[in-house]
């Protein structure tokens, strides 16, 4: 790529749960964004989130209430692709995570944009390398890896894929730090990254210590929450094995390592629940029952917690 582009217009292409709140962010910070998705009823439906978004961030101290509409004006909606990504410096593909269809696009893409253009992925778990392989121009393509809800979560993934120049991660890094993201290199594009990776982790073994009849799932949960998941927001898994010495860890993992769930295959306990639709909040019975009252607590719950996450993080 020669020149370093100028990355004032995005495009997000996938205006579901992940894209609505990606474009929020843009355009919260002063850039034009274009919000493309299949169907009218999508894109009206994310503008009315993205609204309720900026009202509720508002009364809770982050951002204001004048803000709100400006930001929404600086979104534009479309159906149709080449329109939407045509004055783009940025294209951040945020549609469903379905590897054919992701290659499709990325070679649309990559057929539609300038080649200063920098074509950006959400995947959660899935190589940016292998999604790229049908473009031409792969050194401008990389991942992103935002985090539910992206306008709350700080962290993105920036994930180089085997052909990802270093000037794309430059200016990936750049713009992501201009609007108030905290951008992390992941160096090798393997699958899940860094942050699903470690989180799954911990699912595996949750699900497996049930599966033992170890624990009930509440008390898994419990175990974590009031236990060692206070104590993450200031002390990583790393810090954490410094902190107690690492003489100590090797001991602990001489004796635990062969009791903890190893298997490369999902759970039957989890294949059994999803085959007789125990869903979780989709059929209202997942690892526990979940009343409509029950889901709506839990969520006003987190949602709660991330607002005083974020305000206290602001302060620091
Ligand atoms: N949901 C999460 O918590 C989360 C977190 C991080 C990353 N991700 C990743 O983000 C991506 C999107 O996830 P989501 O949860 O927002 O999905 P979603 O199903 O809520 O939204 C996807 C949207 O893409 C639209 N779409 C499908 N094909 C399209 C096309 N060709 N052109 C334009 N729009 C198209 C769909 O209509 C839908 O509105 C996935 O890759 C997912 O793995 C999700």
Redo the contacts with the bound molecule.
Sequence with gaps: MGVMPNLKNIAV?????????IAQIFATHGHKVIL????DE?LTK?IENIRANLILLARSGIGSEKEIEPSIERITTT?N?EEGVSGARLVI??????LN??Q??FQKLDALCPFDTILA??????SITEIASKASKRERIVGT????P?YLIPLVEVIKGQDTSAQTIDAVFDLLKSIKKYPVLVKKDVPGFVGNRLQHALWREAISIVEQGIADPATVDEVIKKGFGVRLPVLGPLENADMVGLDLTLQIHQYILKHIERSPDPSPLLRQKVEQQELGFKTGRGFQGWTTEAMERCRKQLLKHLIAWHQRSEKD
């Design positions: 292409v996938g205006a579901g749960m992940m894209g609505h709140g493309l998705d299949v169907s999508i994310a159906r692709m593909e945020s549609i469903p995570e379905d269809l992701k499709n696009l992925t959400n995947t959660s778990v899935m890896h935002f985090w539910n992206p």
